[in-house]
């Protein structure tokens, strides 16, 4: 689950609201932090916070706060509250909650 060989993509209004290295960073943490640290399910769940103006990442396991990534990013409220990342197992996209319909 969550290969980085297979195809990745995000949403619309992920892409338009969110800049290009923002959501890189989420496949990186996927990658990179929780990829054989946590058990993973094929949907994951990030919230965006703003912590003292810089984007970070909550990242959620069953309505539960697991662990925050931060990143180097400026955060603007503009962006989506919550993103969830869905691996369909040929295809992975990076989505907000309303958007993906499971």
């Known amino acids: 689950m969550f290969d ?3 195809s990745r993509f995000a949403s619309f209004s992920i892409v338009s609201t969110l800049p290009d290295q923002a959501i890189d960073n989420v496949w990186f943490i ?3 932090d929780l990829q054989n640290v946590f058990p993973l399910s094929n949907l ?3 919230n965006l916070v703003n912590s003292d103006g810089k984007l970070s990442y909550d990242f959620i396991q069953g309505n539960e706060l697991v662990a925050t990534f931060d990143s180097p990013y400026p955060y603007d409220n503009n962006y989506p509250k919550s993103l969830v990342v869905y691996d ?4 992975q996209i990076i989505a907000t909650p309303s958007e993906i319909n499971i």
């Open 4 to 6: 980085p060989n297979q």
């Open 30 to 32: 996927i990658d990179n």
């Open 44 to 46: 994951i769940k990030f």
């Open 88 to 91: 369909s197992g040929n295809r």
